[in-house]
């Protein structure tokens, strides 16, 4: 059986900077994503991480190498094609929910569509808002709103489009243990229900355990990749990077994003 590849980082490269201020946050990372598959992306502070997700997700441009959506060169997009591209074909999950303060949480999760003119289509929403508990939540700001149930509007509006990418940068890292492990069996079942493709960017080896594969990276590099991981081997594959001269960054700014 063939694998659909919804994403694919070729040789990705960022440079800040020029001569001699110039810091490598990526030094030619590729990898493909397939349909329904849910990868984590782990690293040393500095390692790149953030910014290798977010280059395949058009939030930033690479210096170097080619991203690639549906099979589309995020580099050959005018900014205008970029952004309607963001909007509707990758799905985001960020550490701080970005939702906005004076919408309610309904309002949140079809703003992506609102911005498009477009109507959601109701069987989909019903199913994303049952599965993240929302449906009675709905009327509820922000601020009426638990941290755990804010991360939840913000997955069910990374869910609304049906996009081709979910990114989840960091989705665990203001909830406590509880509410982000129901985070991170929210972004299981988008994978193995849903077929949805997850990228999530996590220092938690709790968390890349929940995962089908983890990227490893350390000084802008993809320098491992476990499949099927658990937490434990997680967790011994970070001490691995402990002391290593050669693959952790030793004063804090190459690799930093």
């Known amino acids: 059986m063939t694998e659909h590849v919804v994403a694919e980082a070729e040789a990705l490269g960022k440079v800040h900077g020029d001569g001699?201020?110039?810091?490598?946050?990526?030094?030619?990372?590729?990898?493909?994503?397939?349909?329904?598959?849910?990868?984590a992306v782990m690293g040393p502070s500095g390692s790149g991480k953030s910014t290798f997700a977010h280059c395949l997700a058009g939030l930033d441009t690479p210096t170097s190498g080619t991203a690639r959506i549906g099979g589309v060169d995020l580099g050959s997009l005018s900014e205008r094609e970029l952004?309607?591209?963001?909007?509707?074909?990758?799905?985001?999950?960020?550490q701080s929910y970005n939702l906005l303060p004076t919408l309610t949480a309904w309002e949140n999760v079809v703003l992506p569509l609102s911005l498009a003119d477009e109507e959601p289509e109701q069987a989909w929403a019903d199913l994303v808002v049952g599965a993240m508990g929302l449906s009675d939540r709905l009327d509820h700001r922000p601020a009426q709103l638990s941290g755990?149930?804010?991360?939840?509007?913000?997955?069910?509006?990374?869910?609304?489009?049906r996009p081709d990418l979910v990114v989840a940068d960091e989705p665990t890292g203001n909830l406590d243990s509880r509410s982000g492990a129901r985070i991170l069996e929210l972004l299981r079942q988008c994978a193995r229900e849903w077929?949805?493709?997850?990228?999530?960017?996590?220092?938690?080896?709790?968390?890349?355990?929940?995962?089908?594969?983890?990227?490893?990276?350390?000084?802008?590099?993809?320098?491992?990749?476990?499949?099927?991981?658990?937490?434990d081997r997680v967790l011994d594959r970070m001490r691995g990077f402990d002391g290593h001269a050669d693959t952790v960054p030793q004063d804090g700014r190459r690799g930093a994003f």
């Open 20 to 39: 001699d201020n110039a810091v490598v946050a990526l030094a030619g990372v590729s990898a493909r994503f397939t349909r329904g598959g849910f990868t």
């Open 83 to 94: 952004t309607r591209l963001r909007r509707e074909r990758v799905g985001f999950v960020f």
């Open 148 to 161: 755990g149930q804010q991360q939840r509007v913000a997955c069910a509006r990374a869910l609304i489009t």
């Open 195 to 231: 077929q949805q493709t997850v990228l999530m960017v996590t220092h938690d080896p709790i968390a890349a355990g929940y995962a089908d594969r983890v990227l490893f990276l350390a000084d802008g590099r993809l320098v491992d990749t476990m499949e099927r991981p658990t937490a």
